[in-house]
């Protein structure tokens, strides 16, 4: 290996020599310098590493080197790492690598498991048992889910899935540790980060920048008390660590606050959309400035005790508020403090305000002071409200993670553990959930055999009916009960009366719903009535439906449907159609061809 390290005595220099010097007598740093150059690659490395000793030194798995390679190839990993770490920057490339190679098998095998159904309970099991970083994982699977261009839909639908299955675990988990803290230790602004979290988990939200937005709204509170007060305790390098007990000096903090937030800011209750589910979410309040009164209290409430001002949640019917005390600190005397409305711009109220703000008279224990347990029940069901609102696919998964949510504080509740079970039901998902669910039910309150008994029989059909299912069922164009059929999966159609643009995956050569649902879409007043061709088509709009093919027409300006379930069923968008993935064409042989040879005659032709 010696006389490899350079040329030996009287040798003969090549031209790329030059003056003679040859990268092995470079210094080091320069050596590092090239080999950190971002046009070699992984295996470029291995193979100068393997030349001789320097090089082999130059590119030690400790070494800048390879921790520069490990950089370029996943810059977003580098979080995980301390300075001061002895990591070997080889081995944790080998190990990413690898992780990228399993999460590239599992997200290809879903389409292929679960394209007829709602991906299992147990089918994020290969997930669960990873023998990698889970961080390794999921960021191969942002990587997916970022490839450019309009390719890949399939794999990026069912990376999707996966990540946000993944995160809603690791989330939950972070919740459960919060609850079991000591109450002073669970921040309520930590508590409504971790429900924004749950119900976005695709979404870049941390407490981190979260808290650094806070911070700077009360910087700036900070700057309007220097103005006011140049000898305010707040503006101590420690403010918050201590209270201030002087009522004036709080009064002075609370105006300060009132004039950032609602002045300056622009901060305010959102009376026009009071029910957008944005409302609930503290990172979308910071941007929007807009929220509910449970949302901006959390927000309001938090500023105060940054600044040395302790207010306290009061979960007040129908319009959540933030209470001052007055008088002695712990006061069970309700007359004692001032109730603030953090949605009504920090406007502070008496008792007999408090309840003309709802219209009527109530109890003195609902002007008391909760938990922030209990802060996060109430924005919990604010949620779960939400999602009973509309029977939509966005509202069903805001009803099944505020569900979640809910059963993760309270696990033992009878009426909410019912919902779901009812809830997993109606979508036909998880059926050896539902009998889990039911079980425990059953044992917590044998009263309501009834109900139970009723999903448990219905339940255990459902999963004999799975059974027997053969496998999928092919529609071939060439049969003679199809000839009516005049267009094909993964066309552009616009509805003739509503006007809505769509993207068809399916067909049936008549209308196969039941009589109720053709009575109630007054399907018999079209000319042919249901004895037509009906196409099933994902909606611009989010929504699946069911059109009659008198209804549709090839849209003259043809673009991609934003659809979420888009990928479950087409693997890429060639700028006027889709293309079927492998597992629908196998249910559609036949029209994959007839799409191409359409697409080629309506839209190719006449631009010849």
């Known amino acids: 290996m010696a006389a490899a390290e350079g040329p030996g005595p009287g040798a003969p220099r090549g031209e790329a020599d030059g003056d003679g010097m040859g990268l092995t007598d470079l210094p080091g740093e320069l050596l590092e310098l090239i080999l950190c150059c971002d046009v070699l690659g992984a295996a470029d490395i291995g193979r100068v590493s393997c030349t001789c000793r320097r ?70 099991s290969d997930i ?12 191969e699977l942002m990587c997916i889910l970022n490839m450019e261009g309009r390719k890949g839909l399939t794999w990026k639908y069912y990376a999707k899935k996966i990540l946000y299955f993944l995160r809603q675990q690791n989330i939950l988990k972070n919740l459960k540790e919060y609850l079991q803290r000591p109450t002073d230790r669970q921040s309520f602004l930590e508590g409504a980060v971790l429900i924004d979290q749950y119900c976005n988990p695709l979404s870049d939200i941390c407490l981190k920048s979260v808290q650094a937005q806070v911070d700077d709204i009360t910087d700036k509170v900070r700057k309007v008390l220097r103005t006011r007060n140049p000898r305010h305790p707040s503006l101590a390098s420690k403010a918050g660590e201590i209270l201030i007990p002087e009522v004036e000096l709080q009064r002075q903090v609370l105006d300060a606050m009132n004039c950032v937030l609602y002045e300056q800011l622009k901060y305010k209750g959102n009376e026009l959309d009071y029910y957008n589910s944005l409302n609930s979410y503290i990172h979308q309040v910071l941007i929007r400035r807009t929220g509910i009164p449970i949302s ?17 949640p009061v979960n007040f019917p129908s319009h959540f508020l933030l209470r001052w005390c007055q008088g002695k600190e712990g006061s069970t005397n309700i007359f004692d403090y001032t109730y603030i409305d953090a949605f009504g711009k920090g406007k502070q109220l008496t008792v007999k305000e408090c309840e003309y703000l709802i219209g009527h008279h109530v109890t003195e224990e609902f002007y008391g002071v909760v938990t922030s347990k209990e802060v996060l029940q109430r924005m919990v069901g604010n949620l ?44 036909g998902i998880w059926p050896e959930k539902v009998l889990d669910i039911l079980q425990h039910i059953q044992a917590l309150d044998p009263s309501q055999h009834g109900a139970v008994g009723y999903l448990v029989q219905h339940t255990l059909e459902h999963i004999e009916r799975r059974k027997e299912e053969v496998g999928p069922e092919v529609k071939h164009r060439s049969d003679e009960k199809h000839k009516e059929v005049c267009f094909s999966i993964g066309l552009i159609m616009k509805h003739r009366r509503y006007g809505y643009n769509c993207v068809i995956y399916g067909w049936d050569p008549a209308c196969m719903m039941g009589h109720e649902w053709i009575r ?56 006027v159609h889709y293309l079927a993935n492998t597992e629908l064409e196998v249910r559609y042989p036949e029209d994959v061809e007839l799409t191409s040879a359409t697409v080629q005659k309506i839209y190719n032709s006449g631009k010849e």
């Open 128 to 139: 669960e048992t990873l023998g990698c970083p889970s961080h390794f994982f999921e960021d």
């Open 55 to 124: 090089l082999r030194e130059a590119c030690q798995p400790r070494g800048k080197v390879w921790r520069e390679r490990f950089r370029l190839r996943w810059p977003s990993l580098l979080k995980y790492y301390s300075h001061t770490d002895g990591v070997s920057w080889l081995e944790e490339y080998k190990a990413r690598h690898n992780a990228g190679l399993e999460a590239q098998r599992i997200v290809a095998s879903f389409s292929k498991r679960f394209f007829s159904e709602h991906v299992p309970c147990d089918g994020f």
């Open 520 to 575: 109630n879409m007054n399907v018999h007043s079209l000319p042919h009535g249901p004895h037509q061709p009906f196409y099933n088509v994902l909606v611009e709009d989010g929504s699946c439906r069911y059109a009659a093919q008198e209804n549709l027409e090839y849209s003259s300006e043809p673009r991609e449907i934003p659809h979420p379930d888009i990928g479950r069923y087409f693997s890429e968008f060639t700028g």
């Open 296 to 312: 901006l209290s959390v927000l309001y409430l938090t500023i105060a005790r940054q600044l040395g001002v302790k207010l306290e």
């Open 384 to 427: 779960l409200n939400l999602g009973k609102r509309e029977s939509t696919d966005q509202s069903y998964q805001l009803l099944r993670d505020s569900l979640d949510l809910y059963l993760a504080m309270y696990p033992d509740n009878v009426q909410h553990l019912m919902l779901q079970a009812r809830l997993y039901f109606h979508l």
